[in-house]
C-alpha cells in the first residue's frame, strides 16, 4: 500500500491541531519525483520539531507551518526527491559509505546545528542549551558575536521550559578549535563571505569570542594573513589550498607559508549550494559537493584525507524514524550522512547510531586530543565507516588512468573560482 498523508476533514475551514487522523479523514499522496529546492518548511524546535515529534508519535508532519501562510504544510512534507535531482549524492552514497542512522545532535536549526559542529553541544550553563535562533529588533540575521546589540538567543532548560530572552550570541564556551589550537594541530573553517550569501549565519566561530576577537579572524580580509588556523572566506578558498594556489585567483586571506589543506577543515557552502530553498530556487548542492570530492580525490591529499559530508538539519520534512532522547535538547531527526574516503568500506549502509558529536570524537581519537566532555564523550565514534588496515584505494586521477572512472559527477569548479572573482568585484 503507498504511503499517504492524512488530514483531518475539518481543516479547509479552520487549522485544528490533533494527535490522530479524524475518522472522515481524507487521504493526500505521498508526493514523488519534486524538486530538490521548492517552498522552505520551519525546522525550529519550537515551530517544528515539538509538532512533528508529538511526544513521540510522529504524527505531525501534515501540521508543520511555514510552507504557506496561515496555513499548515499538508501533504508538501511527505516527499521523496527525485533521483536524477540528486544523482551525486546517490554515486557517492552508494560506493562509499552511507549511515542510517545519524541524527542531529539536537531538535533545532541551523544556528544550533553549527554550533554543535565545533562543540558538540550549546550548553552554555548548568541545565540551559541555545535552541532556535537569535533574534532582534532590527530583524538582522549574523548569528554571532557582529550581531545586533540587542540580540538574544533563545533557550531551553533541563525541564523543558523555553526562554526568548537568552544570551547575546557570542559564546565564551569551549569549542574543539581549542583542543586542535593546544596541540598546535591545523584548521581551517572555509565559510562564504560575511555578512552574505549565508556566511552571515553559517560562521559558527563568529559566533564564540575566542575567534572572533583574534589573529583567526579575517576582520580585513584583504589585509589578513592566515597563520595556519583561521576562519577563510569566501568558500572557495577550500580550492586554493588543495590546489596551492596563492595570488591571482586567490588573493586573500593570505597563507603564511606554502598554501595547503590543513589537518581539519571545515567547509560551508552558500545559500545556492546548500540545498535550501531559497529566492532564486536555485540549487547547486550536488554539483557543490561534488567539486569538494573532486578537488580532494584528484590531489595529494586523497591518500589521508576522510570526507564527512552531512547536512545540518532535517528542513522540515518527513522522517518515520523516531529519534532518540537523550537529554533535553536532543536528538533531532535524522539527517543524511555519506563518508567518502579511500579508507570507507565500499557500498556500506552502517547502521551505528552518529550525530555531529560523532565527527568530533572522530577528530579527537585520530589526533590524540582530549575529550570536549560535550556529546562527543557519549556519541559512537564514525570508525565503522572504516577498513583501516587496508591499502588505500587509488586516487580518481589514478583510476581514470586504468580506464575506470570513480569520479561522481562532472562539475567544472572553475565555476567556483568565477564566481569567487564575482562577488570580490561586487565588494569592489
Not at 560506493?95 to 544556528?111: D, H, I, K, N, P
Not at 589578513?224 to 585567483?249: A, L, Q
Not at 570536549?372 to 586521477?397: H, M, Y
Request: net charge neutral; hydrophobic share 30%.
Amino acid at each position: 500500500m503507498p504511503l499517504r498523508a492524512v488530514r483531518s476533514s475539518t481543516s479547509s475551514s479552520s487549522f485544528k491541531r490533533i494527535d490522530r487522523p479524524d475518522a472522515d479523514a481524507d487521504a493526500d499522496a505521498l508526493r514523488l519525483n519534486v524538486r530538490l529546492v521548492d517552498l522552505d518548511p520551519d525546522h525550529t524546535y519550537c515551530g517544528a520539531f515539538k509538532t512533528e515529534f508529538d511526544a513521540g508519535r510522529m504524527d505531525g508532519f501534515y501540521w508543520e507551518r511555514g510552507c504557506v501562510k496561515k496555513r499548515p504544510c499538508e501533504a508538501y512534507t511527505y516527499r521523496v526527491t527525485a533521483r536524477k535531482q540528486i544523482q551525486p549524492y546517490w554515486d557517492l552514497a552508494t560506493q562509499y559509505v552511507l549511515a542510517g542512522r545519524a541524527f542531529a545532535t539536537e531538535f533545532s536549526g541551523s544556528y544550533t546545528a553549527h554550533q554543535d559542529l565545533i562543540r558538540g553541544d550549546t550548553s552554555f550553563a548548568k541545565g540551559q542549551s541555545l535552541v532556535d535562533f537569535p533574534w532582534n529588533s532590527k530583524h538582522t540575521n549574523d548569528w554571532g558575536c557582529d550581531d545586533a546589540p540587542d540580540t538574544k538567543t533563545p533557550f531551553i532548560t533541563s525541564k523543558l521550559l523555553y526562554n526568548m530572552n537568552g544570551p547575546f550570541p557570542c559564546m565564551k564556551y569551549e569549542t574543539i578549535r581549542d583542543l586542535l589550537d593546544a596541540a598546535k594541530v591545523t584548521w581551517r573553517y572555509y565559510v562564504p563571505p560575511w555578512p552574505r550569501a549565508g556566511g552571515q549565519m553559517w560562521s559558527a566561530f563568529d559566533g564564540i569570542s575566542a575567534v572572533r576577537y583574534s589573529d583567526e579572524w579575517p576582520t580585513d580580509p584583504n589585509k589578513f594573513t592566515c597563520n595556519g588556523s583561521c576562519v577563510s572566506w569566501p568558500d572557495t578558498n577550500f580550492i586554493c589550498d588543495v590546489k596551492g594556489i596563492e595570488g591571482g585567483r586567490c588573493p586573500t586571506p593570505k597563507i603564511k607559508g606554502t598554501a595547503e589543506l590543513p589537518a581539519v577543515s571545515w567547509v560551508i557552502p552558500t545559500l545556492e549550494e546548500s540545498d535550501h530553498s531559497n529566492p532564486h530556487r536555485i540549487d547547486l548542492g550536488p554539483d557543490w559537493v561534488t567539486c569538494v570530492v573532486n578537488a580532494i580525490g584528484e590531489s595529494k591529499y586523497w591518500d589521508s584525507t576522510a570526507i564527512v559530508i552531512f547536512w545540518d538539519d532535517w528542513g522540515g520534512l518527513y522522517d518515520h524514524v523516531k529519534p532518540p532522547q537523550l537529554d533535553y535538547s536532543g536528538l533531532g531527526f535524522r539527517v543524511p550522512f555519506i563518508v567518502v574516503s579511500p579508507y570507507a568500506k565500499k557500498g556500506y549502509v552502517t547502521h551505528i547510531q552518529y550525530e555531529f558529536g560523532s565527527v568530533l570524537k572522530f577528530i579527537e581519537s585520530n589526533f590524540g586530543l582530549p575529550s570536549l566532555g560535550t556529546t562527543d564523550k557519549r556519541a559512537n565514534n564514525i570508525t565503522d565507516a572504516f577498513d583501516f588496515p587496508k591499502n588505500p584505494e587509488p586516487s580518481f586521477r589514478s583510476s581514470r588512468s586504468k580506464k575506470r572512472t570513480t569520479r561522481h559527477f562532472s562539475y567544472d569548479c572553475g565555476r567556483m573560482h568565477r564566481r569567487l572573482i564575482q562577488s570580490r568585484l561586487a565588494d569592489s
